[in-house]
């Protein structure tokens, strides 16, 4: 049985060997090569106001890399609220989300350095806006939870090691035209932000759980209230 997948990178050029070591490390999970194994989903991701892209396609042989999947169903959404603290630049303002960064750093940490491969939630400039909102006690964990699905804004797939490098081959690369897929990106952006303001309009203070509940109840990282993590 195979292990190999097919993954696409999005970028304004073509990337014939993706090199350990190289690139931003304030990205959502560090330093890493960022993919999809969505085509559509890397096109968008390639293109810019000024430039065309491309959908570098690669295949990846997961044969003996270690996988952490934060959408696999083993981990919550304040794990991988963790991993992004931990990596991007966030603007904590506010007493109450000073409080909820350290209180998710001392609870929710999970070890993901050491893994080949990570696999989770692609946190664009809407998801900082879901994350900041939670923070800030303005909406519910499980509004945090539904809002990771709303306009299925995509999974990622990171290469993290030198032996992940290692295992992938290049294939092709595809042209994504800004003319077709810029407004395609904006498109499924906007469809993200509508959904989540009418979602966050459903909030109750009265029944749901905010950051500030669940600082005060003392909420671990086994509390069954915690839905575990799966893409919709």
């Known amino acids: ?15 014939e060997k993706p090199i350990w070591g190289v690139g931003n490390p304030k990205n959502d999970y560090g330093m890493g090569f960022y993919c999809t194994e969505s085509a ?17 396609q690669y295949t990846l042989d997961l044969t003996n890399l270690s996988v952490l999947s934060l959408t696999g169903g083993d981990y919550n959404i304040l794990n991988w609220l963790f991993v992004l603290l931990e990596n991007r630049r966030f603007r904590i303002g506010g007493d109450i989300a000073k409080q909820a960064k350290v209180y998710i750093f001392e609870n929710f940490a999970i070890d993901y350095k050491s893994y080949d491969i ?56 595809i042209v994504a035209p800004k003319e077709i897929y ?43 209230r915690l839905q575990r993590v799966v893409l919709g």
């Open 118 to 173: 990570i696999k989770g939630y692609r946190a664009d400039d809407s998801y900082f806006s879901f994350a900041n909102a939670f923070l800030n006690n303005t909406i519910s964990v499980a509004q945090l939870e539904r809002a990771m699905v709303l306009g299925k804004l995509g999974e990622q797939i990171v290469l993290m090691s030198p032996k992940a490098f290692d295992s992938i081959e290049f294939s092709d690369s």
């Open 1 to 15: 049985m195979s292990n190999k997948i097919m993954v696409y990178h999005g970028s304004p050029r073509i990337i």
């Open 182 to 224: 810029l407004p395609k990106k904006l498109a499924r952006d906007t469809v993200a932000r509508e959904d989540f303001q009418k979602e966050k309009a459903r909030g109750s203070l009265l029944t749901e759980k905010y950051v500030l509940d669940i600082i005060r109840e003392g909420w671990r990282n086994d509390d069954q």
């Open 40 to 56: 559509e989903l890397a096109k968008e991701w390639a293109c810019s106001v000024e430039t065309d892209g491309f959908a570098n």
